[in-house]
T-cell receptor, first 110, second 112 residues
Framework: QQPVQSPQAVILREGEDAVINCSSSKALYSVHWYRQKHGEAPVFLMILLKGGEQKGHEKISASFNEKKQQSSLYLTASQLSYSGTYFCGRLPNTGNQFYFGTGTSLTVIP | KAGVTQTPRYLIKTRGQQVTLSCSPI?????VSWYQQTPGQGLQFLFEYFSETQRNKGNFPGRFSGRQFSNSRSEMNVSTLELGDSALYLCASSADSRTEAFFGQGTRLTVV
């Protein structure tokens, strides 16, 4: 039920790009992305709906492949403030039971 | 507008006791979801309430229960606490569970 994210952890230098993948074994209605900094609550980044509608956030974008039941989060020109744990979350076609992914720890160093 | 407020922020309880956590959502939001976060299990869905009705429940034992009031405020109750219940409990508020959610700072529960 829980989406699987890859990689589990990544370290970047400032200015580098990163891709975080989220894969689900269940059909997806929508995919949500959140970032959680250490000791803080998760913060909403992005929602991707079935049919391609997307809401974005600054230099972060995402894709949603409904057939493959996968989503990818793209972080370009990473900044120190991008550090944190990224979670994808899925909503099924029916029902409202929300499942967060396994998480990806991202660290940006100077 | 005011964010999601969870109280208390920290709690220490003894095994066997019960605990009640509170969540006040953003004004106008009718959906409140609860999550348990632990280092080993990540973010686990507990349940979701919408307009005072529980719409969904995760895979947690019956010791975990909740309710939502007419003003959308929600409470979560855990009875007969076990050591494994030690976790950060997060509440999320949204207009509907299919839209973006806003999280509170969480309640850190420690069971000793």
């Amino acid at each position: 039920q829980q989406p699987v994210q890859s990689p589990q952890a990544v370290i970047l230098r400032e200015g580098e790009d990163a891709v975080i993948n989220c894969s689900s074994s269940k059909a997806l209605y929508s995919v949500h992305w959140y970032r959680q900094k250490h000791g803080e609550a998760p913060v909403f980044l992005m929602i991707l709906l079935k049919g391609g509608e997307q809401k974005g956030h600054e230099k972060i974008s995402a894709s949603f492949n409904e057939k493959k039941q996968q989503s990818s989060l793209y972080l370009t020109a990473s900044q120190l403030s991008y550090s944190g744990t990224y979670f994808c979350g899925r909503l099924p076609n029916t029902g409202n039971q929300f499942y967060f992914g396994t998480g990806t720890s991202l660290t940006v160093i100077p | 507008k005011a964010g999601v407020t969870q109280t208390p922020r920290y709690l220490i309880k003894t095994r066997g006791q019960q605990v009640t956590l509170s969540c006040s959502p953003i004004s106008g939001h009718r959906s409140v979801s609860w999550y348990q976060q632990t280092p080993g299990q990540g973010l686990q869905f507990l349940f979701e309430y919408f307009s005072e009705t529980q719409r969904n429940k995760g895979n947690f034992p019956g010791r975990f229960s909740g309710r939502q009031f007419s003003n959308s405020r929600s409470e979560m109750n855990v009875s007969t606490l076990e050591l494994g219940d030690s976790a950060l409990y997060l509440c999320a508020s949204s207009a509907d569970s299919r839209t973006e959610a806003f999280f509170g700072q969480g309640t850190r529960l420690t069971v000793v």
